[in-house]
């Protein structure tokens, strides 16, 4: 029987892989809003989001790149005894900057020592090409893995307006596709559990995913914060929120139609504690983690199984693999 993680590709085997010691990805906080925010394209954010965004576990953004980064990096090398880092941009929208501050802090990151890598986490509609010739500019120079992360959360166009995202898949398709045509990396970060999607959704999303050749994937489980649109939803049972079984149930289909070679880097998240109303249905989020890989043991599934769906498959199940090409492809 193979082991847990052979059942999927892991972030942390991979990066094990690429670069021969362990690497962990350093937390940054910005001064930085998104347009879904300040009123460019709306007010109030998503209806999930609350006014730290994504970036509850990072430093103040008062506190300096350069000093994020060396804190940070003492941590992990004293807990987790780090070998190599990635400087992760994380909170909002990191590329809704001028031009010229996105620059700064860019290549302030790019001057970190053991760094292998930059991950900046944006918006679809806040990639544009300056920006990316910028970044690819800058892994060139620095011999960097240069990753942009896109929230893009469902492929559901309409569960998209729901909770107000302010844009649809299109903008995340463009988006993948200035990205890719850099050389750059894309991560796609996923919500599976949305209370207006199912099955149907989880299955979309992991087809969309591989046609589009995402390099890295991040699934997240719905959590609800105090004080959010979604958080009075909740308090006055306007939403179901799945049982943990069809979550898990959800990510072991999710990984069964995602492309093989797509590197899982998340498959459970977790939330600002202190506000929290719901997360995870009360347990840690690396036990839901055990319980999805012990849903793949019981299966005798894993990732990939049924990516079937590319290059052609009405072809091949008419005339076979020569005719059809390969799944994949």
């Given amino acids: 029987m193979a082991a847990l993680k052979a059942r999927y590709r892991a972030y942390s085997d991979y990066l094990r892989e690429r670069f021969g010691t362990k690497v962990y990805k350093l ?36 506190v300096t790149v350069e ?3 060396a804190r ?10 780090a070998g190599k880092f990635i400087a992760y941009f994380q909170a909002f929208s990191n590329t809704y900057l001028p031009f010229e501050l996105f620059q700064k802090y860019i290549r302030s990151a790019a001057e970190t020592e053991d760094l292998v890598g930059i991950s900046v986490s944006t918006r679809p509609d ?9 970044l690819a500019e800058v892994g060139r120079e620095k011999n960097l893995l240069i990753d942009v992360e896109l929230g893009l959360q469902t492929v559901n166009y309409r569960t998209l307006l729901r ?22 990396e894309v991560c796609a970060h996923l919500i599976l559990n949305l209370p207006w999607d199912d099955m149907v959704d989880v299955i979309e999303s992991a087809k969309v995913l591989s046609a589009l050749e995402v390099d890295y994937v991040k699934l997240h489980s719905l959590y609800v914060v105090r004080g959010t649109v979604l958080g009075e939803m909740y308090q006055k049972g306007e939403i179901n ?3 943990m079984e069809e979550y898990v149930a959800r990510a072991v289909t999710f990984l ?17 504690h202190d506000k929290l109303l719901f997360a995870n249905w009360g347990v840690s989020w690396w036990q839901v983690v055990q319980r999805i890989e012990a849903r793949l043991e019981e299966l005798d599934t894993y990732q990939g199984r049924l990516c079937d769906y590319l290059n052609g498959p009405a072809l091949r199940k008419r005339f076979g693999e020569a005719q059809g090409g390969d799944p994949g492809e």
């Fill in 27 to 62: 937390p940054l906080k910005l001064p930085v809003t998104c347009p879904n925010r300040d009123g460019t394209l709306g007010v109030g954010g998503c209806i999930y989001c609350d006014e730290e965004g994504a970036g509850f576990e990072c430093l103040p953004s008062s």
């Fill in 67 to 69: 000093e994020q980064l």
């Fill in 72 to 81: 940070n990096k003492e941590f992990f090398r004293r807990r987790y005894k």
């Fill in 126 to 134: 806040c990639v544009s090409d300056p920006y990316l010739d910028f």
């Fill in 163 to 184: 909770i107000n995202r302010g844009h649809t898949l299109g903008e995340f398709i463009d988006a993948v596709g200035r990205v890719k045509k850099r050389g750059l």
């Fill in 241 to 243: 929120i799945i049982p």
């Fill in 256 to 272: 069964e139609y995602l492309r093989p070679d797509t590197v899982i880097q998340r498959l459970v998240g977790r939330g600002p």
